[in-house]
């Protein structure tokens, strides 16, 4: 009796090419799980913020009191800067999927702030971000006529366009 080999050449093979497949995802899921490893020395790289100031209106101001908050850690420390002399923070352990980071500062008298370049600042480790808080100067109005004024000159014109309409008519 003869034995047909076929059928065991094409099981042999399958196992074959199964036992490839199954060396072939250890490799890729240990390379995978070597990549997951270095990222957590993704966590020691810095992250930079670098803060700006800019003034409309006015020349030389004093320095500004700028704060940090970020949603998760303690960043916190004032600085000081002002138009010419930037200032900002270097962050450490920064989460590899990022942080969400915002500056604020002490509004000086007479001014209106534009803090919103420096609102949600993304940072991921080993960026380097930069915004720049401008400030205008506020100019007070001046009234020239109080209400009474205004009436009295509302009733001033009155007069001098009737008193034109009747002598052109």
């Not at 059928?7 to 497949?21: D, F, G, K, V």
């Not at 072939?24 to 100031?53: F, N, P, W």
């Not at 500056?103 to 915004?131: H, K, M, T």
């Amino acid at each position: 009796m003869l034995l047909n080999w076929q059928p065991l050449t094409q099981i042999a093979s399958r196992l074959l090419l199964r036992t490839i497949l199954c060396a072939v995802v250890l490799t890729l899921g240990s390379k995978i799980v070597m990549a997951q490893e270095d990222s957590s020395v993704a966590l020691e790289e810095v992250a930079t913020i670098t803060v700006y100031k800019k003034w409309i209106g006015t020349t030389a101001e004093p320095d500004v009191r700028i704060s940090l908050d970020c949603e998760s850690g303690d960043y916190s420390g004032e600085r000081s800067i002002n138009q010419g002399s930037p200032d900002g923070w270097e962050i450490r352990d920064v989460d590899a999927e990022g942080i969400l980071c915002n500056v604020s500062e002490a509004v000086p008298e007479n001014f209106r702030p534009d803090i919103i370049d420096c609102q949600g600042l993304y940072l991921l480790p080993g960026s380097e971000e930069e915004c720049t808080l401008v400030n205008t100067k506020i100019v007070k109005h001046i009234e020239m006529l109080n209400r009474y004024g205004i009436f009295v000159m509302i009733v001033l014109f009155l007069a001098v366009g009737l008193v034109t309409m009747k002598r052109i008519s």
